[in-house]
C-alpha cells in the first residue's frame, strides 16, 4: 500500500498529538495550538501563493521574502521572551 506525502504527515501529526497527550504536559493545550497555528500558515501561504503563481516556490525572492517576513515574527515574539 502506497502513502502519500499529505497521508504521512497527518499520520505523523496525529502520532505527535498522541505521544503529547500521553505525557500529560501542563502545556499541551499550547504545544497543540502552536503545531496547529504551524500547519495553518503553511496551508494558507502555499494557498495563498499559489493563486499569484502556480510555481511561486521556484522564484529565490519569494522564497527570500517569506523567511524575511517569518523572521520579523521570530524577533516580534522573541520580545516576549525580555518580559
Known amino acids: 500500500m502506497k502513502v502519500t506525502k499529505r497521508q504521512l504527515k497527518r499520520i505523523i501529526a496525529e502520532e505527535k498529538a498522541r505521544l503529547l497527550e500521553e505525557r500529560q504536559e501542563p502545556d499541551y493545550n499550547v504545544a497543540m495550538a502552536i503545531d496547529n497555528f504551524k500547519h495553518h500558515i503553511q496551508k494558507n501561504l502555499n494557498a ?23 523572521d520579523e ?3 516580534h515574539f522573541a520580545e516576549f521572551g525580555k518580559m
Do not use: F, H, Q, T
Open 48 to 70: 495563498k501563493m499559489s493563486i499569484e503563481n502556480r510555481i511561486w516556490y521556484d522564484n529565490p525572492e519569494n522564497i527570500k521574502a517569506i523567511m524575511e517576513m517569518l
Open 73 to 75: 515574527v521570530k524577533e
